[in-house]
């Protein structure tokens, strides 16, 4: 009876222990560029989340892990041109491709729970947010630096085409933050996503 006692009291003590030990909670990253390194921790672990979900976080995974190439050195129109009709369209077209492709399969993965709605929020508002930004750096020639309403003419032409990428990140980080207040292990996307919502670049 008494190595029963002992064994059940140790035993008592070895789970209150394990349970009093919580993983500390990442909150992600609200500022820097657009990654899956930015992303909170959900409150289950990924391999729980559906095929279908996992396969999508591939995909927007890809969209950050090449970034647009750098611009020339030399600020001249026509090398400035020769950059943004060339490498950088390439990658603009390739970037726009992938980022559909998932969005698409992340809109499906949204439909099977609402915990995959928030994270898809999130991911979809960050592959936005990262075409964007991207388009608001194209440098302005120097060619322009004497010429104020040629400059601002560019600089307006900049600003609408990253208009309807910055509208759709918008949108989807206030669903995001929307949806994982409804959801209590996963208020940390809420904080997440509103963070990132408050520190979009504004037109």
Known sequence: MKKQLIAWTACLFVACVSTSEKKEVYFGRVDGAPSMECLPDLDIDRKELSSRMRGAMEIAAASFQRPAPP??????????????????????????????????????????????RILSGALVGMMYEDLARTLLKVPMPEDLDDEPEVRAAFEN???????????????AYRACAANAKQLPGMRQFAEFCQGRLERLPSL
């Open 71 to 116: 611009p020339p050195e030399d600020r001249a129109a026509d090398a400035i041109s020769r950059w943004s009709q060339g490498p950088f369209r390439e990658w603009l077209q390739w970037k726009t491709q992938v980022v559909v492709s998932a969005r698409r399969e992340l809109d499906l993965a949204a439909e099977e729970n609402h915990r995959q």
């Open 157 to 171: 032409v900049r600003k609408e085409e990253a208009r309807p990428f910055l509208e759709f990140s918008q949108a």
